[in-house]
């Protein structure tokens, strides 16, 4: 019996062990004393490299790494014109470890970029881009390039997939230094695999307009670029799912991507009625609000509801039997070194079909009543996007870009609606009878011509913007009411 008190308690302290998580703190300065501050402090595992925890050191000098388990770890700490330091250590499940004070020693010769070493080097800073290495970041196979960023220090991914990186919204993401399905950062995370890649950078872009005229207007668009594997670089890869259940369930879709040296090309779909219906109200601001080069929404509509409803929206209410379909096209293509293309196709519609009843018991001081509620609703939706960008080289001087974005939507709804009541003895009181109808659709253009022009002097540039936009909204309705009151009859 004191045998196996005596294990049971020796068990429950390895437990107790090994959920316990440390803080590794401390402080980095130079040999003169001065705080390095921005400094990168990691801590790896040490038997893989792979990144456990991460901090910068703040202006005071001190940094934090919270969450870190038991185990045997290397400190790297890194700064610009300073070597690296690596700091053996062994955790055993106390609450904090203090470091104490690093000190850092400067390189005779300045670098313009420092790599954190190690067997799998996580992180390499190069003056305001960060680049991470993917496969210093372990996910579980067959996962998204959403569940990659997840792991990322400095990098959240929200519940409806929005991206931020060093606080700030993620508005771009691009593959290979193109654009991937327009300005849906979503698209690219969540349709590209994440045993494809090989590095995440994280920046900050200029505009389109000012990278194309040379014109800093100083904005900046939180970016980040997927670098594929060599071995994705050229050739094709892709992943499908199918799922089913009854009755008559299912969920499919799949993506297929085919890059090379010059061109990029990838084909994704969806499709399912378990009620997975689409967008986020989030996701659905990124439809209507447009983007890029003076890209123009798509709001407007019949149906009621946030910008009319053109796109099928989850609030998360899912009631009624949805059938959602979505499916895309990606193409970029370098024609020589003078012409490059870039297009995207986006389609998502739905069909929905409600019906509700609700009985309600009412009592009044000398009676009551009984009001029956029938409603029958069917809802359909198709959203077009299409999206395009062209440059070319007119010589060495001068060059152009046509921008355009267009989308058109499609919307229905016809309810049927039945009220009854009755008093306590089932005499009718009244019934009405409703129908609704709307239908609607929504056209957007907004085209975009940059020309440039360089002169001899440096910094010297001529530019000119032309745009059109146009957009046109239907909406009817109709509406049609029975009222066949009767005269109440008491006993």
Do not use: W
Not at 126 to 153: G, H, I, M, W
Not at 202 to 229: H, P
Not at 326 to 346: E, I, R, W
Not at 376 to 383: A, K
């Amino acid at each position: 019996m004191k045998n196996l008190f005596t294990l049971i308690c020796a068990l429950f302290l390895t437990i107790s062990t090994m959920q316990a998580q440390t803080k590794v703190f401390g402080t980095v300065v130079d040999t003169t004393g001065e705080t390095l501050t921005g400094a990168t402090v990691m801590v790896l595992q040490a038997k893989d490299s792979l990144l456990s925890g991460f901090a910068l050191v703040d202006p005071k000098g001190a940094f934090e790494v919270t969450g870190v388990k038991a185990g045997d770890y290397i400190v790297q700490v890194s700064f610009l014109g300073y070597g690296v330091k690596k700091i053996p250590i062994t955790l055993a499940g106390e609450k904090e470890k203090d470091l104490g004070k690093i000190l850092m020693k400067e390189q005779t010769a300045m670098l313009n970029e420092y790599v954190v070493e190690g067997e799998r080097a996580p992180m390499t800073i190069k003056k305001d881009t960060v680049e991470f290495n993917a496969a210093a970041f372990k996910v579980q196979p067959n996962s998204t390039v959403e569940e990659l960023l997840k792991r990322l220090p400095g990098v959240e991914v929200e519940k409806d997939g929005n991206v931020k990186a060093q606080g700030e919204n993620v508005t771009r993401v691009l593959v290979n230094g193109k654009e991937f399905f327009g300005r849906d950062p979503k698209t690219a995370t969540r349709n590209l695999p994440a045993d494809a890649i090989d590095k995440i950078q994280v920046f900050d872009k200029m505009t389109d307009v000012a990278e194309f005229t040379g014109v800093d207007d100083g904005q900046r668009e939180k970016t980040i670029n997927l670098t594929l594997r060599p071995d994705r670089q050229n050739g094709t890869f892709g992943n499908f799912r199918l799922g089913g259940g009854g009755p008559e369930q299912f969920d499919l879709g799949g993506n297929m991507n085919r890059f090379s040296k010059t061109g990029q090309i990838s084909i994704i779909g969806s499709a399912n009625n378990v009620n997975r219906n689409g967008f986020s109200i989030n996701e659905y601001l990124d439809f209507s609000g447009g983007g890029g080069m003076g890209g123009g929404g798509m709001g407007g509509g019949g149906r009621g509801g946030i910008g009319g409803g053109d796109v099928p929206i989850n609030f998360g209410r899912n009631y009624g039997f949805t059938t959602f379909y979505s499916g895309g096209l990606n193409f970029s293509k370098d024609f020589g070194k003078k012409t490059k293309f870039n297009g995207s196709y986006l389609y998502s519609g739905f069909k929905k079909e409600t019906d509700q009843k609700s009985r309600t018991e009412n009592f009044l001081e000398k009676s009551a009543f009984i009001q029956s509620d029938t409603s029958e609703q069917d809802e359909t939706s198709d959203v077009h996007r299409l999206n395009f960008t062209l440059d070319h080289d007119l010589d060495s001087t001068q060059s152009i870009r046509v921008v355009s974005r267009v989308s058109f939507s499609q919307n229905g709804s016809d309810v049927l609606s039945n009220s009854f009541s009755t008093n306590e003895q089932s005499i009718p009181r009244n019934s009405s009878d409703q129908t609704n109808a709307s239908d609607g659709s929504n056209v957007n253009l907004n085209t975009t011509l940059l020309y440039r022009k360089k002169f001899g002097r440096r910094g010297r540039n001529l530019s000119t913007t032309f745009t059109l936009n146009n957009e046109m909204v239907q909406s009817p309705t109709g509406k049609t009411i029975t009222r066949l009151p009767t005269r109440s009859t008491t006993a």
